[in-house]
């Protein structure tokens, strides 16, 4: 079972979109996808810094691997609206811990109006779905991929992001594959 955990006021159809596409794809390996009950902003008060007015992204793993051990889950990946960041990078849109099992993403920057353009749900169902699968996708081990069509493509902005499609490629298919074999 893979756990899809919002954290904090995340949208409802927008997790149940992203658990969709998660489980259409991973359902290949026997896994079934889990929304659960959000947990609460407050829990994470620890990320802030206040001088960056973001969060450390790090460390909302362990919290988030407390919960995938206790649910006995595969895997785990939070959602969150608040801004995360990595020491040396201006921001991220998620970051993933492979031996804890566990990612994190952000919708903060995946949303039009952050750039000035109209809300889009569509468009901000997409790209969480993106970012969604490629930080699963490193979670059972994979690394970055040159192919800017692949979802292991790393982004540095939305549009590396839009350029993608939501799923591995072939080469990264073939090594998630191998892989799930020895995770499972
Ligand atoms: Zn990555
Ligand atoms: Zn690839």
Do not use: W
């Not at 991220?92 to 039009?112: K, Y």
């Amino acid at each position: 079972m893979i756990l899809v955990i919002p954290i904090g006021d995340v949208n409802e159809d927008l997790m149940e979109a992203v658990s969709a596409f998660i489980e259409s794809y991973y359902s290949r390996f026997g896994q079934r996808v889990s929304v659960l009950r959000s947990l609460p902003e407050e829990e994470f008060v620890g990320a802030f810094n206040g001088t960056r007015g973001q969060y450390l992204g790090r460390r909302f793993l362990f919290t988030l691997a407390d919960v995938r051990r206790e649910m006995k889950g595969t895997a785990a990946l939070g959602v969150t609206s608040l801004d995360l960041y990595e020491e040396g990078l201006n921001f991220i849109f998620g970051l993933a811990h492979p031996s804890l099992r566990t990612a994190v993403i952000s919708t903060f920057r995946l949303r039009p109006e952050f750039y000035g353009k109209a809300p889009n749900e569509e468009v901000l169902k997409e790209r969480t779905i993106k970012e969604a699968m490629h930080e699963l996708g490193h979670v059972f081990g994979l690394q970055h991929c040159s192919n800017a069509r692949c979802v292991m493509h790393f982004s540095n902005s939305v549009l590396d992001t839009d350029m993608k499609e939501p799923h591995y490629c072939g080469s990264c298919f073939r090594r998630l594959k191998r892989n799930m074999e020895v995770f499972l």
